[in-house]
């Protein structure tokens, strides 16, 4: 075997007859996609194949040499896998963060009302319903990696867009549009996320994945103090880190690679009323979880800065305060996570709505800083892993190749919660007071916990009906 040949089948773990030099995004020889199964051969993510549930036809024969068996080097070789795509993810939130709290402060600077901020943010969760029609089948044409890397551009345009426009209907058109490009985002993100791990891990890596978020979405917030006073350049940097987000996901490794399609299996289309009929039967939860959850987190980041800037925190206060509240959210991530994968998740959806539902009580009936503080940082930490353990049950109970359409659904529910949200709490804010955004809090949070209840003991009643079978 010449050099050339064995620097391949060391590096690639592909039979040496295969071109040394062949392009890895060009369709594959059947050789060459009978050595690809096995992900720990190398370092990048699973092929596409895999990343849509289709099974490739079993290898004929095994590669020369099988690595070691090393114990927790599944998970391993996943987070090395994905160490681009989070990367990247990171900057995109960053900018996320950033834009997302300079959006209700530009409108209050305009002299709006409350009522038309909330309706204004709730056009980025009506532009996430409308992606979901559109990027459903632009993933399955052209990929995870490619989805990503043109709507992070197309939000960096968008984030300009925004700080140019001064008309409501035209801010409300832009936060439509930026909607729809980070419907496509996190629709590529997460079912490339699922399609990379196993069930027995899906809850460490969804907790890596949450805490990434509200980390960079905290640090985000920290940028307000940047060019204070030149909404332009704050604008500016959010859209520098929306173009910054495609460099991880390109330069390092870690693109699906290309599977010839006679080599897939096709999984019939399935209509979004089946979708929901399907998964209403495996997980009850999942579409009252995910609408509920959209409630609870839209009017938390479109109108917690609003709330702030009525009680009369100044920039930097208020910078501060969403900052450590976000960051502070992270804590509990990856202890949920852990947890989460050995006990019952809704069980633990119903414990985090009702401690959420109690703090939201507290915050909308004692409009003292001190308690503000406290009660909305345990508030924040303890909330804001109600989405991921939503997700995790749903998709523990999905078979592999329905995972793509089902991590847009679960989206799709989670838009209408977050399109409807924030008008509901700015019309509470505008009858009660700034302090009706936790009187709305409270309520979604206590009907959260009821639907993880009900799905608890729909479960039970079944497992009690299987075991006298």
Aim: charged content about 15%; some cysteine.
């Amino acid at each position: 075997m010449s050099k050339n040949e064995d620097a391949v089948a060391n590096d690639q773990a592909i039979d040496p007859t295969n071109q040394a030099a062949s392009d890895p995004y060009e369709t594959q020889d059947e050789t060459g996609a009978e050595h690809e199964a096995p992900a720990v051969a190398r370092t990048g993510p699973l092929t596409e194949a895999k990343l849509f549930g289709r099974q490739t036809p079993p290898a004929a024969a095994a590669p020369p040499e099988a690595p070691p068996h090393v114990p927790g080097g599944a998970a391993g070789s996943s987070y090395r896998a994905l160490a681009g795509l989070l990367c990247g993810y990171a900057l995109l939130i960053v900018g996320n963060g950033l834009f997302q709290t300079l959006i209700p402060l530009r409108i209050l600077q305009s002299g709006y009302s409350t009522l038309v901020i909330g309706l204004i943010q709730s056009c980025y969760y009506a532009g996430f319903i409308l992606g979901a029609v559109f990027n459903r089948r632009l993933i399955d044409r052209i990929g995870q990696h490619r989805t990503f890397v043109a709507f992070s551009a197309a939000a960096s345009i968008l984030a300009l867009a925004f700080g140019a426009a001064q008309s409501p209907w035209t801010l409300g058109a832009v936060r439509l549009l930026t909607g729809f490009a980070f419907m496509g985002l996190y629709t590529s993100i997460e079912s490339w996320l699922n399609g990379t791990v196993e069930n027995e891990k899906r809850g460490q890596v969804f907790g890596s994945y949450a805490a990434i978020n509200y980390l960079a979405v905290g640090t985000g917030q920290f940028l307000l103090n940047v060019g204070a006073g030149s909404g332009g350049q704050q604008f500016s940097i959010a859209a520098a880190l929306f173009a910054a987000a495609v460099m991880p996901v390109t330069l390092l490794e870690g693109w699906p690679v290309k599977v010839a399609d006679e080599t897939l299996h096709r999984v019939p289309a399935r209509t979004w009323r089946e979708s929901v009929r399907e998964m209403m039967v495996s997980a009850p939860l999942a579409v009252p979880g995910c609408i509920l959850a959209g409630f609870i987190y839209s009017s938390f980041y479109a109108m917690m800065p609003v709330y702030l800037e009525r009680a009369g925190f100044s920039t930097s206060e208020l910078a501060t305060f969403m900052g450590i509240a976000l960051i502070g959210a992270l804590v509990p991530q990856w202890p949920m996570g852990r947890l989460s994968d050995k006990v019952d998740r809704r069980r633990l959806v119903y414990i985090t709505a009702s401690i959420s539902a109690a703090l939201s009580l507290v915050l909308f009936l004692f409009d003292v800083r001190v308690i503000t503080w406290v009660a909305t940082l345990v508030y924040v930490a303890v909330t804001f892993t109600q989405y991921g353990l939503i997700v995790s049950h749903v998709q523990d109970r999905t078979e592999a190749h329905h995972r793509v359409a089902i991590s847009a659904l679960l989206l799709v529910l989670f838009s209408f919660g977050g399109m409807t949200g924030p008008a509901l709490a700015s019309a509470l804010m505008t009858i009660v007071g700034p302090s009706g955004l936790f009187l709305f809090n409270a309520l979604s949070c206590a009907l959260l916990a009821l639907s993880a209840r009900r799905a608890l003991g729909i479960h039970l009643r079944n497992a009690q009906a299987n075991a006298e079978a």
